[in-house]
């Protein structure tokens, strides 16, 4: 049969036909990255044309009197994505550390799909938790403590109403835990054995290990894994919306509501009428692609060098 | 060992476990809540009614249509593009083109979905000739298909390097021809990339940035693909901003209905394949 296989030339078309299929469809993945970048920056044009970059240095959103300028929301999504970052990392890395080194393969392999499976739960359900159960009970009484002790300091400035920029940091906290503690993990269990053994041998206790060997080595997978908590949290859309608490101003506090951009679409999106005010609202879509893109391309640069580094050095 | 050195271990390690305990404690308690409250909203008129902002008789019938019918379309239009792209990535792109193609799917994964709707929204929505422009359920599929796609190319060419090259080298040694070579592969990857295919889709199934901009919402059952159309998700968001307890209540309901399935075929396919999971 095989014999005969190589002696019919006509099945060579269906070869050349499956292999130009799976290409073609591999093209349309590049194809789909420049239309991002090419639909979306064409109907941003009218607002670009429009406002210029006075876009995203002014701060007033106003469409009765056609002003767009989405400042606000820039610092907003930032601010509440490195809050995130602030407070979900080292538990993110407390998280990677036990699951790599400290807990015995019992429990390892129940826990650590149970962390991943944070991340399958999807984000209107975060949100609505959130709403209804995380601010009111946890984080209100939190933040009530704090701005009666410490409500001096401009941070914590604000009516502390728990539908604020520190909400929607921690929601966001939550829901990066997941991708910034497995990628971290995967790191730290690619150290090699021999430089575990090589400090335990110097006499480290566990901890001094983890810190010399393992915090070492794991570095850039772990720095690609917050810059990937960082991509996924500067366009998380309805969480955010739902306790952020829409407002147009940012202040330099914790406790006053803010905007992000992607909430500012979630919002607005139904009331616009003006084809300046729509396309305006397809540039915030823009600024977050670039923002994206910017953080995702930052995330893999860093891993592929990791990767590669871990090949070598295996 | 001082004293001092014991204790700084112990400090790392009691460390180590209070921070899985607050990455633990929000899947609880958001487990607990939904479980509680949204088995307390349902009842067969829950199952019966269409989305209603008004009354007392709302419920998730057109959601539940609406759910189903968009990621229908999506996956019709991700899963054959995903996989094919996928198999070019594993099997036929040369290192250099293979890499690129992935290497965008990653960063197509990490576009965030409201991005998605910005696009489906000014390129359908807003561009499509007169019967078809609006806010339908074609575009919600159209743009739940295009977040689907780089998440199945990348578990389809995951599953497939699984595959021993063996196989490859033996069909290769018996002049068996590519193409055919390539489906046996997919034969022996096909529990991976199942796998891949019902947590990609689990995952846009919960997806609602994205159609807030495209299918909108609709009190109606479907009335077409050129219509607005509801879903669970976009059911949860109008109800929990409703501020009417009757609708949080229905919202608790819709959580439940959509979190045990979600969860569930995220557990059901990890225990099955015993899957480590690369995140989709």
């Not at chain 1, 060579?12 to 979306?40: C, H, K, N, P, T």
């Not at chain 2, 001092?4 to 180590?16: E, N, Q």
């Not at chain 2, 901009?213 to 901003?241: V, Y």
């Amino acid at each position: 049969m095989a014999v005969g296989s190589l002696k019919r030339r006509g099945r060579s078309i269906v070869d050349a036909g499956f292999r130009d299929l799976s290409f073609a469809f591999a093209a349309f993945i590049v194809f789909l990255i420049l239309l991002y970048i090419i639909e979306i920056g064409y109907h941003s044009l009218p607002s670009i044309r429009a406002y210029g970059l006075s876009y995203v240095i002014g701060s007033e959103w106003n469409p009765p009197r056609e002003i767009f300028e989405v400042l606000p929301e820039i610092l907003g999504t930032l601010a509440s994505s490195i809050i995130a970052l602030v407070i979900g990392v080292p538990i993110s890395l407390g998280v990677a550390v036990f699951l790599a080194e400290i807990s015995p393969r019992g429990p390892r392999v129940v826990i650590g799909p149970v962390v991943e499976l944070l991340a399958a739960v999807p984000s209107i359900v975060f949100g609505f938790w959130a709403l209804l159960v995380l601010v009111p009970q946890v984080i209100r009484p939190v933040e009530h403590a704090l701005s009666a002790s410490l409500g001096f300091i401009p941070l914590f400035h604000g009516a502390a109403s728990g539908y604020d920029l520190f909400s929607a940091g921690v929601i966001l906290a939550i829901m990066i835990i997941p991708y910034v503690a497995a990628v971290s993990r995967d790191a730290m269990q690619a150290v090699p054995r021999s430089q575990l053994e090589a400090a335990y041998a110097l006499g480290g206790t566990k901890s001094e290990v983890i810190q010399m060997s393992v915090f070492g080595y794991a570095r850039s997978g772990i720095i690609a894994g917050i810059f990937l908590g960082f991509g996924r949290a500067i366009g998380e859309t309805m969480a955010v919306t739902l306790v952020i608490g829409n407002s147009l101003e940012f202040k330099a506090s914790l406790f006053a509501p803010a905007q992000t951009l992607a909430s500012l679409i979630a919002n607005d999106y139904s009331e616009t009428i003006g084809v300046v005010q729509v396309s305006a609202i397809i540039e915030a879509g823009l600024v977050l692609l670039a923002l994206s893109l910017l953080s995702n391309l930052g995330a893999r640069l860093i891993l592929r060098r990791f990767v590669k580094r871990g090949a070598q050095l295996l | 060992m001082n004293a001092r050195r014991k204790l700084v271990d112990r400090f790392w390690i009691a460390f180590t476990l209070v921070a899985l305990v607050l990455a633990l404690a929000p899947l609880a308690s958001i487990i607990y809540y939904v479980t509680v409250k949204g088995l307390a909203a349902l009842n067969i008129s829950f199952f019966t009614h269409n989305f209603s902002q008004v009354g007392t008789e709302g419920g998730i019938a057109n959601a539940l249509q609406g759910t189903f019918l968009v990621v229908l379309l999506a996956s019709a239009i991700g899963v054959p593009t995903g996989v094919l792209s996928g198999v070019y990535v594993a099997e036929y792109g040369s290192k250099r083109y293979g890499e690129i193609v992935r290497f965008l799917a990653d960063v197509l994964v990490g576009i965030p979905s409201i991005v998605t709707g910005i696009l489906i929204y000014s390129t359908l929505v807003l561009s499509l000739p007169a019967p078809f422009r609006g806010y339908t359920a074609f575009a919600g599929g159209v743009a739940l298909g295009f977040m689907e796609i780089p998440i199945v190319s990348n578990t389809t060419s995951e599953a497939l390097r699984t595959v021993p090259n063996s196989l490859r080298e033996a069909s290769a040694a018996l002049g068996v021809r590519k193409w055919r070579a390539t489906l046996v592969i997919m034969a022996n990857a096909l529990s991976g990339v199942t796998t891949g295919i019902l947590l990609a889709t689990a995952r846009i199934a919960g997806e609602t940035a994205p159609l807030l901009l495209t299918a909108l919402g609709s009190t109606r059952g479907f009335q077409g693909w050129f219509q607005a159309m509801e879903t669970m998700t976009l059911f949860i968001f109008q109800n929990a901003t409703s501020g009417t307890p009757f609708l949080v209540e229905q919202a608790w309901g819709a959580s439940f209905i959509l979190l045990i399935t979600v969860l569930g075929i995220n557990i059901i396919v990890r225990i099955v394949t015993r899957r480590r999971t690369t995140f989709v």
